[in-house]
């Protein structure tokens, strides 16, 4: 028996090696854990712009829904169409006046977006009948 006290070279170097494998790993928790906040970050900004767009639509009043506000919109067949980009999501919204009923317009609203190299949406859709304002 030896009466050395203390850690030997190999204990200290395995006790080193399992401290930076720890640290490797909360780092990577970190790391991730950033990632997917900025995806749900840049998620509510898509659906907030969607919904801003869909609210300033309907709260208009019917006669002036399909009137074109500004360069950003324009007529194709009837429909206004118009669209927009915001730090790299893309709103895209069409406005459909007696589409299927008379005195009703349909408002649609899509927010695109890239969230890790996959391209992701938020659809919204409203109507809008004439002679009606939302409280």
Not at 23 to 44: I, K, M, Q, W, Y
Not at 59 to 76: H, I, K, N, S
Not at 93 to 98: G, K, L, S
Request: aromatic letters at 6%.
């Amino acid at each position: 028996m030896s009466d050395e006290h203390g850690f030997s070279l190999i204990e200290t170097l395995i006790a080193l090696g399992l401290l930076v494998i720890g640290v490797l790993a909360v780092t990577a928790a970190f790391t991730e854990g950033r990632r997917a906040l900025g995806d749900a970050e840049r998620r509510r900004s898509a659906v907030w712009l969607g919904r801003e767009k869909m609210e300033e639509k309907l709260g208009q009043a019917y006669d002036t829904l399909v009137e074109r506000a500004g360069d950003a919109e324009r007529f194709e067949e009837r429909v206004l169409i118009g669209e927009d980009r915001h730090d790299g999501i893309i709103r895209i919204w069409t406005v459909e006046p007696d589409r299927r009923v008379p005195g009703v317009a349909r408002v649609g609203v899509t927010t695109r977006w890239t969230e890790r190299g996959v391209i992701r949406s938020f659809h919204a859709v409203g109507f809008k009948a004439q002679g009606r304002t939302p409280p």
